[in-house]
């Protein structure tokens, strides 16, 4: 590991995967066979009205444009007798859905993650570090079911995780992607109006913690992977802040507001994880359906 | 397989997963099994301005709503020092990307696949079959690459593909993906007004072919699963249409418009297949990146 | 005037512009000449993020597909030398924005205005009665400003303006637009969050007193022309419900949610009004700048 | 008049209305007064699929988010009986609709009209120079209608209109608007595969005549004010550009892409036009309903 403030470079010159260079095939066919019963859990929270959600972000909006109903209505069908149904979604990932944040969603001075220039990112979309270059994470997946090691509901919303928390849990290595549910999505169910803020997360220290380790992702069901304070902000200094440790400094991607709540902890508390985000080009983000491979 | 004109019910009344019901947990531990090298490849084409496209359909629109240019022109950051990209996302995705379709999609009478009313799909989305209640797939795939079997670029505009065809290549079984290679991506790069229409697809026996052999998903490189006349459209008469035949009569998912022109025909044939569509409420269909693992 | 429940028909067999038939030539001339200064006001609302707004409805979402950021991140200028900024708008009009209601937003039963089958606006938009047909609006207008002329910055929430209350300030004619301001809007100033519900408006008495008096239109700045309950709902029974009485019955377009807090009460209380909503297909509204020509 | 390159200032330090400056009160009686018919002309294409269209450019979208057709397939009404229709629409203005441009549309060097930084148009929209400053423009008409006086159906694609050609029908004043028809929207319904380009427009000659004249808006029914070549740009050097000499130079406002088809040359030539783009904060330009009062 190189040390901080950045470790650019690690993966080459001009690096745009990050630390999904570290699923290399054999890793994946190890992830693989960490699957043993064969269930699949989806690990996203709905997208619509009834979902998670942060304030102040845009709503994602889902229009019809015919339906069934207009055949109902009279609407004749299409040749010799077809009826269909098509839609349109509008969708600003971060903050609404379960998401996978591209590497150049966040960065501080002038330059992304391995030193691309953050000039690169304009209204035409990123050029470089974009949600396009991810492919598909099939990793093994470690589970860090906090509230159920703590015997609770939910993570306290002013909670931050310490390294010592994630330890004792379990060890993590090179390549896997860390699952942290701190069941605050929870609150949404029992009253939205809490949910936005202030939230439950990480600590700086357990971000350098999962760091040090060479993970491959980050995924937690908080909205930022660090914590909210009541304006529903992430309040430590620049050096601490988790993105800027996980995404900038290291490459390592993160995937946000997952649904947990599904998800019994398996034993030994690993499992095939696999997350592929749309390939939208130059795109800062994408909302995603995680899968568990138990 | 029960006849047609439908085999509704057979996974029970009020099915709304259709053959996604024959993904047991065996088959998803079989499925994992067919990986050998570890290789990851995405089957997305991207999603943007350069992207195969039916005519007449809305292109996707992709816009950032603050960005590194911003930043560039003087914008401040945020707290200490945070600087971010952020975006959305205005998609249709029948015909402008990589997607899968719900079961919802398309029928014909006042049904849906398993006899949900088709007045259920109105204007607040898909009250049964929508694309929300697929989860996961995670299958073997069967891969019928017809162009390499044939030693051509591409199918011709006009070909039906037989399922003598399909048999030459390989059987396939229940549960199972079939990814079927057209080649007709490649017209886009080449020739992208000739793109839209015509173009090649499968023949109605075809689709009955792959029906009677409980397929869990057909995934294809054209527009339609079948084939497009000059105008666009498929011109089958409504018994033998592809989309009645495969989703509404049996259930059966069906991803369109992959990008396969990346894949390497994998010896012997099969690999393992994962697609994950948003879990939008109530859609028609979502984009969808799957994955290839070979 | 016809006797309700409704005098469909009064403009003849199909009629989809109800009282803007009204507006003959001369009268449109004679509206010109309520114009005295010559000074124009503008009685929009800002689109944007701080502009009153209803709860639960989309939020106008504006985009810049190119800007002057981009050019000082170094993209290149197209041609010879041009540099341009472009934008794209996301909006549903009602509630949302200062709006012109189209004939075909609301009714009872099966029937819209003047007899048109309702299934006829479906999800390609209004075949009927949409806001397409307005066209423009040029009127006298009558201005009733109830705050001002009651010495109090905007009506108590709970009040329903009753007929007396409008006979007390003016008359009003066939033709014109009576402009009747709450000052509701101030709330969303100086308190956002009370802004939504409940609200005044106009009682059904007071809308039965306009429709009988033949206007044009009427405009006002609440969001729903009569009151909202704390739960953001009209409540008056079926009858009684101010957009039945004056849309559906007698075909009076309605302006809602219009900007009059710049509007100084004109001597002797009559002006020009002049809107012209977007000709948009099928559309059940239209964002408008309605222009007070004083 | 100030000369060019540029007549920066002559409204004064930081202006941003530019000849809207023009439309004093008393030019505001005096164009009132040129309307002698009272009757109502739109000038407005349609918003929807068969509209003018350029390439490339998004088409506007237009989605029901409840109709009519869902009533008739089951819908509960609302309260005691109420039933609605409720939309939203997509659009980007410039290219595709009846619009009217901001004056930080366009510019070159660093520079908006006026001096303003071009840099304060970024990704939350145009600090300065926005559609919003705009309001409403209500000015005397003259009408250049060049296939009448030339008796033909529209003005050849390669037609540059010179000064003559303008002056020889019609002297313009200060603070007038010169609504100058092409004819051009004709080929849209002849032949729409014909109409994006190449297209008829202004010489630059003509427009500094304009600008000499000071007119508050030039309005075309072209696409670009001036003419658009084979692959759908204009080709002006820099100096000779129409926007940059009406719009950036001297700060005259542009409607484009009018529909005056339907407009029947009055005389004598005159008339009232009225023009109130949406107050869009930050906004490039507003899809626009200009009305001719004749």
Redesign the interface.
């Known amino acids: 590991m190189v040390a901080e403030p950045n470790n650019w470079g690690r993966f080459g010159p001009a690096d745009q995967r990050g630390t999904l260079n570290l ?7 190890a992830a ?2 960490t ?1 043993r ?6 690990l ?6 009834n979902a998670p959600h942060l304030r102040g972000r ?18 004749r ?18 903050g609404t ?2 998401h996978m944040d591209a590497l ?7 330059e ?1 993650y391995n030193g691309h ?10 050029k470089r570090c974009g949600i ?1 270059q991810v ?2 994470l ?1 990793a093994r997946a470690v589970f860090y079911d906090l509230p159920s090691h703590r015997h609770v509901d939910h993570l306290p919303a002013g909670h931050r995780v310490l390294p010592e928390e994630l330890a004792e849990i379990s060890e993590i290595g090179p390549g896997d992607v860390a699952v942290i549910r701190t069941g605050w999505p929870r609150v949404w169910q029992e009253a939205p109006e809490r949910y936005a803020a202030p939230q439950p997360g990480l600590s700086a220290a357990a971000g350098r913690w999962l760091a040090e380790r060479d993970v491959a992702a980050v995924a937690c069901d908080n909205a930022a992977i660090g914590g909210l304070n009541e304006r529903g ?3 430590e ?2 050096e601490d ?1 988790l ?2 440790i996980l995404l900038h400094r290291h490459g390592i991607h993160l995937l946000e507001m997952l649904w947990l709540e599904d998800l019994v902890a398996p034993s030994p508390g690993e499992f ?1 994880f ?12 994408s ?5 568990a ?1 138990l």
Chains 1, 2, 3, 4 share one sequence.
């Open positions: 699923l290399t095939p054999g890793r994946v066919l693989l066979a699957a019963t064969g269930e699949i859990v989806s996203a929270a709905p997208i619509g009205r845009p709503s994602p909006q889902h229009f019809m444009s015919i339906d069934g109903a207009d055949f109902a209505a009279g609407t069908p299409v040749g010799a007798g077809l009826r269909m149904a098509d839609d349109a979604l509008i969708v600003s990932a971060h859905t379960t150049c969603h966040m960065w501080s001075g002038d992304l220039p953050a000039s690169e990112v304009h209204s035409y979309g990123a396009d492919g598909g099939v902000l992430a309040d200094p620049v802040d993105h800027l095939l696999v997350a592929a985000p749309l390939r939208l080009s130059g795109g800062t983000a909302p995603v359906t995680p899968l491979i």
